[in-house]
């Protein structure tokens, strides 16, 4: 009987395939007009380690990782057992694996799911032979599941040729080969785990990381600066080429702080700016976060979470470095910090985020996790996009002095582009007079603070603060990768008869107080749901007064995903 959506693994070792198995699949899902979702499970060896794709195929729209798994197929057992806990299977999973790679392991044969013993490849072949001779067990999984839940061969061939577009003929032919026997193999096994038809339609495949560098530049960056760091890092690969296209530079820093310090110096220059990175680089760019804001310099930075703290674990998510966008920095140093409430809405958050720091001249922080950042999923395009703000050049009167730092206006003051004449100005991070000049009196220090906190004080976000789903009096609050997880449960529960409203923050600071007071109206139950231990989020949001002190909070460390099913149960 056909479904509507079916959850698979394609798991192995570091090397093994695993990923480009899922890639292939899920862009021949796209391609014959399904959704899909791809998320990973990998260690911090590049080879030899563990290495699991984990995708979702359905005739809808999907917002968070599934429950359970339908289909596991094992490329090898040979690492298996350092994720198995990860992956949930259960007695209606089939698990197919090829006699030759030896028994199923424990930690899976635990699951009782039903093994189906499948020949993948060259017995005899050696690990070195099927490397050389494209006797490739991944592309012979991924024809074998895509022929399983009714993909056609023309998708599929045009899938792995799109994923290896990059590798020669050899390798696209070989790879052919070995999805056409996947394809063939199909035919021997009875599965009840064929889709329904798709409704085809003209929609993206896209990563979170993807969509925030799109976002970014459709925003107007133009330069970045920028040091390799998982999980952020394929967000600089996808955006390096693509700014090189619109005329703008990447620039490789010799490590963190150089790479925030260049973006800084590109954005005092007039050019829109960015740096990315992770966890432990963010902490290592803090400083000149503060310099930031001294000097009220726009600045995205995007901060891609992975589970900590120091380098903790550098490839699994985890929602932990809240307080640090919120308050990492020595004195007073407000910021704005926004997080995307989806996969689609990183390109959204990103274009908005440049806006705001060009406007109000400040640093603006991006939150993205590793689950968000490395999903690449099936969406439906969107025209949305949020109305373009621009730094303030120019305004002030050629026949005083300049006074790029005034008192008593508007806290946003011009920015004149170095080289204006008459116009000339320091950005400075000593504590300095309206001029920009250091300053050390108490009068001079205490105006620049007050004028640097009334700019992002009044800040208003409008209809960009956040977004709402269903209905009722109990509210899940949440940001990031655990916003998908609470629709769908807010979905199952309103089948099953209860209601439920999500709130997602995509503006954390300066909180939206209004906006949150408005969408929290009528909530007979709050509960306040992240993937940290110390309730960071639910902390931030007592402290601004903004739910009450009843409000339930579920934090919890990563790497392990909020499920849907983990939030319904803890709702009712």
């Known amino acids: 009987m056909p479904r509507t959506s079916i959850a698979i693994v394609f798991a192995g070792s570091g090397g093994s395939g695993a990923m ?17 979702l791809m998320t990973q499970l990998f260690g911090a060896q590049v080879r030899g380690g563990e290495s699991a794709a984990l995708v979702q195929v359905s005739t809808q729209p999907i917002d968070s990782q599934p429950d359970r798994y339908d289909l596991f197929v094992a490329l090898d057992w040979e690492k298996v057992e350092q994720f198995a806990a990860e992956i949930p299977l259960d007695e209606a999973s089939v698990i197919i694996a090829d006699p030759a790679a030896g028994a199923v392991p424990p930690g899976i044969a635990k699951s009782k799911g039903r093994v189906v013993a499948l020949t993948m490849g060259d017995r005899n072949a050696t690990k070195l032979e099927r490397g050389l001779l494209g006797r490739r067990v991944n592309m012979f999984a991924a024809g074998l599941v895509g022929a399983l839940i009714g993909l056609n061969e023309a998708n599929l061939q045009a899938a792995a040729e799109a994923v290896f577009s990059d590798k020669g003929a050899d390798v696209i032919g070989a790879n052919a080969k070995g999805t056409a026997a996947g394809i063939a193999a199909a035919a021997s096994l009875t599965l009840n785990v064929r889709l329904d038809a798709p409704t085809a339609a003209a929609r993206w495949l896209i990563s979170g990381n993807q969509a925030i ?23 600089v690969e996808w955006l390096a080429p693509h700014l090189i296209k619109l005329g703008g530079r990447l620039v490789l820093g010799e490590d963190e702080l150089a790479s925030i310090n260049l973006a800084l110096g590109a954005s005092y220059g007039g050019t829109p700016a960015m740096t990315v990175t992770a966890g432990p680089g963010f902490s290592l760019m803090v400083e000149s976060l503060g310099l930031a804001v001294a000097a009220e310099s726009p600045l995205v930075l995007v901060d891609v979470m992975r589970a900590g703290p120091s380098t903790g674990i550098a490839s699994k998510t985890e929602q932990s470095d809240i307080n640090l966008a919120l308050y990492g920095a020595h004195g007073d140093a407000p910021r704005v910090v926004m997080a995307p409430v989806s996969v689609a809405d990183c390109i959204t958050t990103a274009e908005y985020a440049v806006y705001v720091a060009e406007s109000l001249q400040t640093p603006v922080i991006v939150l993205s996790d590793q689950a968000l950042g490395q999903a690449t999923t099936v969406i439906d395009p969107s025209d949305k996009r949020p109305a373009p703000l621009k730094r303030r050049l120019n305004g002030a009167a050629a026949s005083k002095p300049f006074k790029r730092y005034a008192i008593g206006g508007d806290p946003v003051t011009p920015m004149p582009l170095p080289g204006t004449p008459q116009h000339e100005w320091v950005a400075e991070g000593l504590s300095h007079n309206e001029a920009g000049l250091p300053a050390s009196g108490a009068g001079p220090h205490v105006a620049q603070i007050n004028k640097r906190a009334k700019k992002i004080a009044r800040f208003d976000p409008g209809a960009y603060w956040g977004e709402t789903w269903g209905t009722g009096d109990t509210v899940v609050l949440a940001i990031g990768s655990t916003i998908g997880a609470a629709r769908e449960a807010a979905r199952r529960l309103s089948a099953a008869g209860h209601q439920m409203r999500v709130v997602a923050l995509r503006v954390i600071a300066p909180l939206p107080t209004e906006a949150l007071s408005r969408a929290l109206a009528g909530a007979r139950r709050i509960i306040v749901i992240e993937q940290n231990h110390s309730g960071q989020l639910y902390h931030y949001l007592v402290g601004q007064k903004a739910i009450p002190p009843n409000a339930e909070s579920v934090a919890r460390p990563g790497p392990l995903p909020f499920r849907p099913s983990e939030i319904a149960s803890y709702v009712v």
């Open 20 to 36: 480009s198995a899922g890639a292939v699949l899920l862009r021949a899902a796209a391609h014959a007009g399904y959704y899909g």
């Open 213 to 235: 560098a799109f976002g970014a530049l459709r925003g107007g960056v133009r330069f970045v600066g920028c040091y390799p760091i998982t999980p952020a890092t394929d967000l």
